[in-house]
């Protein structure tokens, strides 16, 4: 009984803190349904820490009023256009959640206590998460299934073998050159509901989100080695080699646009290029990259993040971002930081191959948590439920309603 106290008690703050692993997380939820007797223990740890949350929001709160009477701190809580009197909504604004099969930590808005079961989602059938799988055309424009081929050589094109490794990685191995002087390319594909890891013929690694289309040639030859990210959310990490520097190159989106390049040494960044987002965006996590449109430039430092506005000739670049937690999903997880509804949406219509339709006026709501991207997408819509939206699922749609 001592260690299962324990034991519940590690997992729930390390869940907390956000340093929870995925596989802890499937023991605390196994735990938490085994018995009403662990939900109760469960239960217990959380109305803890949401004692010691408000406990240090009432601090943050009066060190606040001492500095400027009235203001308040907007990261302390959840936004929602219907809001109650700025007092009672800071002393209340956080509230730990664990629930569902999942686990997410969510700043919310509410002082009533948050049911220990969310509302059963209406379903006619649930979503499964997306899997490993892409499309790799090869330069003479032949296809393979990477996710039902066999591991070993998959094809030869000029001096380089295209590998499927024992971990299911795509890799290039040969001689930096073709043998007959013509530049060939490769592009992989990533459908939705899908994502893959690629090692490029220089080393550097590449990591596909779902609906992701990347064009590269087989060898890097020349004074330079440069792809494109014709669409879709990539994450890079380039191996340094200042002789040869890496450019990433964003073809526009939208008529009138300019394309988006991206110049590197040797670093770690992620770009997320999706069309249907209002913005192309590029994040660095080490290194640096120069970001550049048209006539403008930027230069970016390890937690920044470069944004141009789809249709604009214009650069900013915003350094309060978690940038870690924007490449949460290629560790397995959805990483939320504020995000309005619609943005959860888009990257749930990718990642479970599902279409979006609402019904009424869109949920003006923020959402602030991670959750695993390996649960059904009916685990997700529970966890999202808390915070005042509802949803259904009818086949491979999801229709929100306020």
Known sequence: MANDIRRITELTYKAASGTITPEEWEELSAYVHESPENWKRFEERIEKLRVNERLEILRQWERAKEVSEGKVIQDLYIQRKSYVRMWKRVLVAAIVVLIA?????????????????????????????????ALLTLANGSTIMLDSAGKGTLARQGNMQVVKLDSGVIAYNGHQGNGSGEML????????????????????????????????????????????????EAYFEVVHEPSQPFMLHVPASRP???????????????????????????????????????????????????????GSGSITVNSSVNVEGLVAWKDGMFS???????????????????????????????????????????????LLELNHVHFKIEGKKIIVTP
Do not use: C
């Open 256 to 310: 009138g646009d300019q394309e988006l390049a991206i110049q590197v040494l040797g670093t770690n960044f992620d770009v997320n290029a999706y069309p249907d987002e209002p913005a192309t965006d590029a994040s660095l996590l080490k290194g640096s990259v120069k970001v550049m449109k048209g006539s403008k430039a930027v230069l970016l430092h390890p937690g920044e993040q470069a944004e141009s506005h789809n």
């Open 336 to 382: 939320f930081d504020r995000a309005g509804t619609e943005a959860v949406m888009r990257q749930l219509a990718r990642w479970y191959d599902v279409d979006i339709s609402y019904e009424g006026k869109v949920p003006a709501r923020q959402f602030v948590g991670t959750i695993p991207r390996n649960v059904p997408a009916s685990d997700v819509l529970k």
């Open 185 to 232: 390319y490769n592009t992989i594909t990533t459908p939705r509901g899908g994502q893959y890891k690629l090692i490029l013929p220089d080393g550097s690694k590449v990591w596909l989100n779902a609906a992701t289309v990347l064009k590269y040639p087989i060898a890097f030859t020349g004074a330079g080695r440069s792809v494109e990210l014709l669409s879709g």
């Open 101 to 133: 099969g999942s686990v997410a930590i969510w700043k919310m808005k509410s002082e009533k206590n948050v049911p220990p079961v969310a509302k059963d989602i209406a379903l006619q059938n649930d979503v499964l998460p997306g899997t490993n799988k």
